[in-house]
């Protein structure tokens, strides 16, 4: 991959995971595995990319953003400006044309954050509404 690749593959990788933020303890396993994936191509960055550290923390704090609703959304909503800057600063570095940001999609959330017992909370984007966060992540705001 290069670099442009892997840091597209990242930022839309960390945007699937913030529409599926886990809502409780059973949810964080299946959230967790997928995190992992984001961490895997993160590890592939060379220098060039610069994975800002903020994106790490929040791949290791899904149990934490569980337990604390306000730390979540501190957090989740900071997620989301280290982004937006983070793109922003690499359109700033790119000659126009030729980039798509949003074309290259990461498959790697799916919907089902179901508890094992097939019973309980689920992950959000499942079933309940996006806040205006994720709506703001999925550029619609």
């Given at each position: 991959?290069t670099?442009?690749?892997?840091?597209?593959?990242?930022?839309?990788?960390?945007?699937?995971?913030?529409?599926?933020?886990?809502?409780?303890?059973?949810?964080?396993?299946?959230?967790?595995?997928?995190?992992?994936?984001?961490?895997?191509?993160?590890?592939?960055?060379?220098?060039?990319?610069?994975?800002?550290?903020?994106?790490?923390?929040y791949?290791?704090?899904?149990?934490i953003?569980v337990?604390?609703?306000?730390?979540?959304?501190?957090?989740?909503?900071?997620?989301?400006?280290?982004?937006?800057?983070?793109?922003?600063?690499?359109?700033?570095?790119?000659?126009?044309?030729?980039?798509?940001?949003?074309?290259l999609?990461?498959?790697?959330?799916?919907?089902?954050?179901?508890?094992?017992?097939?019973?309980?909370?689920?992950?959000?984007?499942?079933?309940?509404?996006?806040?205006?966060?994720?709506?703001?992540?999925?550029?619609?705001?």
């Open positions: 991959m670099d442009d690749e892997i840091r597209d593959a990242n930022v839309h990788g960390i945007r699937a995971l913030l529409l599926s933020e886990p809502e409780c303890r059973e949810a964080i396993a299946q959230w967790n595995s997928d995190a992992a994936t984001i961490k895997r191509l993160m590890m592939l960055d060379r220098g060039a990319v610069g994975v800002p550290h903020e994106l790490w923390h791949l290791d704090d899904a149990d953003r337990k604390d609703r306000d730390y979540a959304n501190a957090q989740i909503e900071h997620v989301e400006d280290v982004i937006r800057q983070w793109m922003s600063a690499r359109r700033d570095d790119i000659a126009s044309g030729g980039h798509n940001f949003d074309g999609s990461v498959t790697l959330v799916n919907q089902r954050n179901v508890a094992p017992s097939g019973e309980g909370c689920r992950g959000r984007g499942a079933d309940r509404p996006p806040t205006a966060s994720h709506l703001r992540a999925r550029g619609r705001r």
